[in-house]
């Protein structure tokens, strides 16, 4: 069974940092690629950052320069670190792991930029 578990969400002021952290298991992780998206209040979800197996990297243009995904593939983790966060950074962030046809979710860990 497939578990995606999202951690070190929280509320921050704006210029602060925040580190997510993703957990996986069931999944032979180093295999697949992982992701970050994140949905605001009344917004679609979309997509933030990306790290592919080989460790390849890809951003949206709204967080290029202030936000950094990497990857352990010894400890199954894909953490996504956040600096200079803003207010139009507050979402709720989800992890996502993608190999082929499959593609599963986490539950979702909330950020929240504010003074």
């Known amino acids: 069974q497939v578990q995606l578990v999202e951690s070190g969400g929280g509320l921050v002021q704006p210029g602060g940092s925040l580190r997510l952290s993703c957990a996986a298991s069931?999944?032979?992780?180093?295999?697949?690629?992982m992701g970050w998206y994140r949905q605001a209040p009344g917004e679609q979800r979309e997509l933030v950052t990306t790290?592919?197996?080989?460790?390849?990297?890809n951003y949206a243009d709204s967080v290029k320069g202030r936000f950094t995904i990497s990857r352990d593939n010894a400890k199954n983790t894909v953490y996504l670190q956040m600096n200079s966060l803003k207010p139009e950074d507050t979402a709720v962030y989800y992890c996502n792991a993608k190999r082929g046809a499959f593609n599963s979710w986490g539950q979702g860990t909330q950020v929240t930029v504010s003074s």
């Open positions: 069931g999944i032979i992780f180093r295999l697949y690629d």
């Open positions: 790290i592919t197996s080989g460790g390849n990297t």
